[in-house]
């Protein structure tokens, strides 16, 4: 096994080898739902800034992977300090 593969084992242990790497989120700004891609391999906590594939504006995106591989996701809006 490789040692990135091993690191990977290390946050999601062998069980069905199910990990989301899809999810749908609502837009903060217009309401419009947005399919979005996760990349399980960026970690098991993430936290990145994504834009609205319909008004484009800015969004705060959160990923929290479970030990069984699913994603809780939250979006919410992108302060423009």
């Known amino acids: 096994m490789r040692e990135h593969d ?10 069905d ?26 970690g098991r906590h993430q936290d990145y800034v994504e834009d609205c594939q319909v008004c484009c504006r800015p969004w705060r995106v959160i990923v929290i992977y479970l030990p069984d591989g699913a994603a809780e996701v939250s979006v919410e809006a992108e302060s423009m300090d």
Do not use: K, M, Q, R
């Open 6 to 15: 091993e690191e990977l084992e290390d946050e999601f242990p062998a069980g």
């Open 17 to 42: 080898g199910t990990v989301e790497t899809e999810a749908t989120v609502l837009c903060p700004y217009c309401g419009e739902i947005n399919e979005i891609g996760l990349d399980p391999g960026s």
